[in-house]
């Protein structure tokens, strides 16, 4: 289903005022160890707004190659859940998941996942290789959901 139809899915399926279904955007950085096969675990909380979830993309920040350009080489996994579901049967390489900010390919969800608010998505990052990052021993991957928030109803915030 492509990204671009959700507004109008939204309005047959809900019979509603299409205006009520904005877009979100959630955001978490996650600070991971520079060794091999260090995990960083965190959480997104999403608010009480009904959310669909329809994209996650990811990238480094600030870790540096020696002539001072952004390194952006894919090289950890990720697996995600939820309170009900867990969407990976293991951790998997992030591009092959979401895609990559070095093709500027993002993959969107094969299907939307629909949430009712207040809910928590957990990320697991996994280092696949020894990094150094002087003067520190993290570096930082950012991870960005990307869906439909529902703005109605004085309820629903």
Same mark, same amino acid.
């Given at each position: 289903?492509?990204?671009?139809?959700?507004?109008?899915?939204?309005?047959?399926?809900?019979?509603?005022?299409?205006?009520?279904?904005?877009?979100?955007?959630?955001g978490k950085?996650?600070?991971c160890?520079?060794?091999?096969?260090?995990?960083?675990?965190?959480?997104?909380?999403?608010?009480a707004?009904?959310?669909?979830?329809?994209e996650?993309?990811?990238q480094?920040i600030?870790?540096?190659?020696?002539?001072g350009?952004?390194?952006q080489d894919?090289?950890?996994l990720?697996?995600?859940r939820?309170?009900?579901?867990q969407?990976?049967?293991?951790a998997?390489p992030?591009?092959?998941?979401?895609?990559?900010v070095r093709?500027g390919? +993002?993959?969107?969800?094969p299907?939307?996942?629909? #949430?009712? =608010?207040?809910?928590?998505? $957990?990320?697991?990052?996994?280092?696949?290789?020894?990094r150094?990052?002087?003067?520190t021993?993290?570096?930082? +991957?950012?991870?960005?959901?990307?869906?439909?928030a #529902?703005? =109605?109803?004085?309820?629903? $915030?």
């Open positions: 289903m492509e990204n671009q139809k959700l507004p109008q899915l939204l309005a047959d399926q809900f019979r509603g005022d299409p205006s009520l279904w904005r877009p979100m955007h959630y950085i996650i600070d160890d520079v060794a091999a096969n260090a995990r960083a675990i965190s959480t997104i909380p999403l608010n707004r009904p959310f669909i979830l329809c996650i993309s990811h480094i600030g870790l540096l190659d020696e002539d350009l952004t390194i894919g090289q950890y990720i697996s995600w939820d309170e009900l579901s969407y990976v049967n293991e998997i992030a591009d092959l998941m979401f895609g990559s093709s390919f +993002v993959k969107a969800l299907y939307p996942v629909f #949430y009712s =608010g207040n809910s928590t998505i $957990t990320f697991e990052v996994t280092n696949l290789i020894t150094t990052n002087p003067p021993n993290i570096f930082k +991957v950012a991870l960005a959901l990307a869906g439909w #529902y703005w =109605g109803s004085p309820s629903a $915030t």
